[in-house]
């Protein structure tokens, strides 16, 4: 599980630069599927047929990541960038960022005095180039970085960049590879463009019209020094999401999970997120509306290169997906 | 010139009744099939009905106010109707409704100032319009309630092909699309003049899913921050310096393959380009990219000089690269593209 989770988060792809992220997981789930395909935004669709008797189930998970995008390069071959979902200058400086090519950089800030000046604007990424034209020989205007720092394993937790939301992809491969026969037909979507809008999901639920959503998406934990108020905790269980500013989780939904995780003894913990989406949120939304819901992996330090997952939560989270994926759905 | 009567068109969101006749006038008999939808979008095609739809987007409405109220003494109150920035706003000659009735922003002159009142601008909600009536009900008879407000302004060329007027976003991206349109394409391109993209791309998404395309481009006059005390890092594009290509914004990310090959087509052809250097904004290519089932898309745009103001500055010679580059790429996917 490990060594899975490892090639998922450690690959590059931020917003829109997804290809190597799918190239990977598509290698690992292909032989699970019985019929995989990618569409014009790049989300990758892999199907997992049921015996034709249940329900058609939309199981997505985002294989995109935040990142920084280059906006201008200087003469001296600094770097200017802005946000590719939600950073904070302050998580972002000092760290190493990679682009698509391997080139890799350091961002770097002008003077600041007050941390609370430290905007975007006053950082920039420093790739090693003496001066303009070695630094347009790697990197181009409108190239995109994602954080870069290898894995670490700590036992039973990891900490990585990009477990929002590998370690999402992660649970639905390893459900893949899990799950015995179903009734229903499973469509496993590795969606492009969540931390920018949710707008893979937006797009693939409609070409795939499903009856039943289902968003694997890590959650944050309210259980560290001084947190802010939440009932969620690493190595609890799985996180079954009530609510969050994107989706009101169908009470249907919520229930089929919180009575399968009851039935097989998973455990599990209730989530509400204050703020945040899923792509719950946009499949939902989708034609005529989709009753959809959201199992969270309970993650530390979300969007930085240090999210730190409990494998404990990551187990529970792929059995409870594998048991309601098995079992007849009414809804 | 198109450019200088679409400019001085009047064409609030929603209102876009008079952009619409000009254009319906401009490309009549020379397209293959013209309507127009409940939202009031202008929907064009040339070319071939069967085949990957290609849409091109460029919307008809501007940024302005509307009146929404009268002041005893004979004066409008008005609200926004997109974003305009309350530092343009104060004492300038408007054209309130359809039939045009000068007006002035009025404002406290300097002399009667403290200097608390000189540290921000005047909110625009303080603000009322005087048209000369000196009663309620003499602008009453004169005006009525959602009638919409422009900047007066004359469009007209200058320097060394460059244009100033009103409303260049993006009536500049309808001349774009105009000229497209008047040629002869074998792929079915579908010119869309969308309504209400100052208030969130509300026609381009009507617009979109019913024509399903393949491909969008839409067609911009986009930011410039080429002015004076702006350094180097900071200018996000050019006027004169070619079309600008959007990176990304707050309503898309360009397709990979799409931006490669609009990027490579221009490099192949020494069409001049720029890439729009702001992540800021967002236009109609983030309802087509995600309508329905999904589609590719870029933006292409004209860089403009002071826009959502009373006068933006453009370049003629972009203006002519843009609808080369919008070419090039409709020659380009004859054969058919694979996003």
């Known amino acids: ?331 | 010139m198109l450019l200088g009567r679409l400019c001085e068109a009047v064409g609030l969101p929603g209102q876009e009744g008079e952009v619409r006749a000009i254009l319906r006038e401009e490309l009549g008999g020379r397209v293959d099939e013209m309507r127009s939808d409940t939202i009031g979008n202008l929907i064009v095609r040339k070319g071939p009905a069967g085949g990957p739809r290609v849409m091109l987007a460029a919307h008809m409405d501007e940024v302005g106010f509307l009146v929404s109220g009268f002041t005893k003494d004979g004066c409008l109150r008005f609200v926004k109707a997109g974003g305009t920035d309350d530092r343009v706003i104060l004492t300038k000659p408007v054209l309130v409704g359809p039939q045009r009735l000068p007006g002035v922003i009025g404002s406290r002159p300097y002399h009667l100032e403290t200097d608390k009142d000189r540290e921000g601008p005047v909110k625009g909600d303080k603000l009322c319009i005087d048209i000369g009536c000196t009663s309620k009900e003499e602008a009453e008879r004169k005006v009525k309630l959602g009638d919409p407000v422009v900047f007066d302004t004359c469009f007209a060329e200058f320097g060394e092909g460059y244009v100033k007027g009103r409303a260049l976003d993006d009536r500049i991206g309808c001349a774009v699309l105009a000229e497209v349109l008047k040629q002869d394409w074998s792929v079915p391109v579908w010119g869309v003049f969308t309504t209400q993209e100052e208030i969130g791309s509300r026609g381009a998404t009507i617009a979109a899913y019913s024509i399903q395309p393949e491909m969008g481009i839409a067609l911009e006059g986009t930011v410039s921050a080429d002015v004076a005390g702006v350094d180097n890092d900071g200018l996000v594009t050019e006027p004169g310096k070619g079309p600008a290509i959007g990176i990304m914004d707050s309503g898309s990310i360009p397709n990979r393959k799409m931006l490669a090959q609009v990027v490579g087509l221009a490099k192949q052809h020494g069409v001049p380009f720029q890439f729009r250097r702001t992540t800021s904004g967002g236009n109609d290519a983030g309802p087509i990219q995600r309508t329905q089932a999904g589609a590719a898309t870029v933006t292409i745009s004209v860089p403009c000089k002071n826009i959502h103001s009373p006068v933006a500055i453009a370049s003629m010679s972009d203006f002519d690269n843009c609808v080369k580059l919008v070419g090039l790429f409709l020659k380009s996917v004859e054969g058919g593209f694979r996003a």
């Open chain 1, 1 to 331: 599980m490990k060594d899975l989770i490892r090639k998922f988060v450690e690959a590059y792809g931020p917003s829109g630069y997804e290809d190597k992220t799918r190239a990977v997981i598509q290698d690992e789930v292909e032989k699970y599927a019985s019929g995989i395909s990618v569409d014009v935004l790049g989300n990758l669709i892999a199907l997992k047929k049921g015996d034709g008797t249940g329900k058609k189930i939309m199981i997505a998970g985002h294989m995109d990541e935040i990142g920084v995008i280059v906006l201008s390069i200087d003469d001296n071959g600094f770097l200017r960038f802005s946000n590719v979902g939600g950073l904070n200058p302050a998580v972002v400086l000092g760290q190493r960022v990679v682009f698509e090519n391997g080139t890799t950089g350091v961002i770097g800030s002008e003077r600041v005095d007050d941390l609370k000046d430290l905007k975007l604007e006053k950082l920039f990424i420093d790739i090693g180039a003496k001066n303009r034209q070695e630094a347009e020989a790697k990197v181009s205007v409108g190239d995109m970085a994602g954080f870069h720092l290898p894995m670490v394993d700590l036992g039973t937790r990891l900490v990585s960049k990009g477990m929002d939301d590998r370690i999402g992809c992660a649970v639905m491969a390893l459900a893949m590879q899990r799950m015995g026969r179903t009734p229903n037909d499973c469509y496993f979507v590795f969606t492009v463009q969540e931390e920018v809008g949710l707008r893979g999901a937006r797009t693939s639920a409609f070409a795939v019209s499903p009856d039943l959503g289902i968003a694997l998406d890590v959650t944050r934990t309210g259980d560290t020094p001084k947190s802010i108020t939440m009932a969620v905790g690493l190595g609890k269980g799985a996180a079954i999401k009530v609510k969050d500013a994107s989706i009101v989780v169908h009470p249907k939904v919520k229930n089929l999970m919180t009575e399968t995780a009851k039935k097989h003894g998973i455990p599990y913990q209730f989530e509400v997120l204050e703020a945040g989406g899923t792509d719950s949120g946009a499949i939902h939304m989708t034609k005529e509306g989709v009753p959809s819901g959201v199992i969270s992996i309970p993650t530390r330090y979300i969007h930085s290169q240090c999210e730190m997952v409990d494998l404990r939560d990551v187990e529970a989270c792929v059995n409870l997906l594998v048991k309601i994926l098995e079992g007849p759905v009414n809804l």
